[in-house]
């Protein structure tokens, strides 16, 4: 009870909760969320949980985060659920989805991509190959992305 207090604890906004423990600020990178922006913002890690073992949750005060910045999601914590807050309780529940394609999301990550020339703009493609283990190409190079590069490279 006390654990669910702490995460709804907020009037308007959007938490993102089963984390996968250590990934948060990994999360917030996907999502553009940074302590520039005005939004107050909370990060509560490595709480004990009995889905994962242990896990981050992230909460953005004043922000419903839409379905597709959701679905960046799913490269770093594809399980993680998602609620939309407004008046300190949870008005939507969203799924988060791994589409096939992810188009102008994040870049390739190798230095001779075609995407990586600024005087041919492409958009950015990578296509997911597997989920499970999650496999991603760029439709351009086919070079597999790794996932701790691609969380960087985010656009
Ligand atoms: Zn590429």
Redesign the pocket.
Known sequence: MSEMRRVTAICNGTVVDHIPSGKALQVMQMLGVNVGRSNPISLVMNVPSGKVGRKDVLKIEDRELTQSELDRLALIAPNASVAIIRNYSVAEKREIELGKELVNIAR?S?WN?I?QNDREPLPHKLRVVSSEPLEVR?A??G?AQDMEELAGSVI
Do not use: M
């Open positions: 390739c190798f991509c995407t760029c351009y190079c070079r």
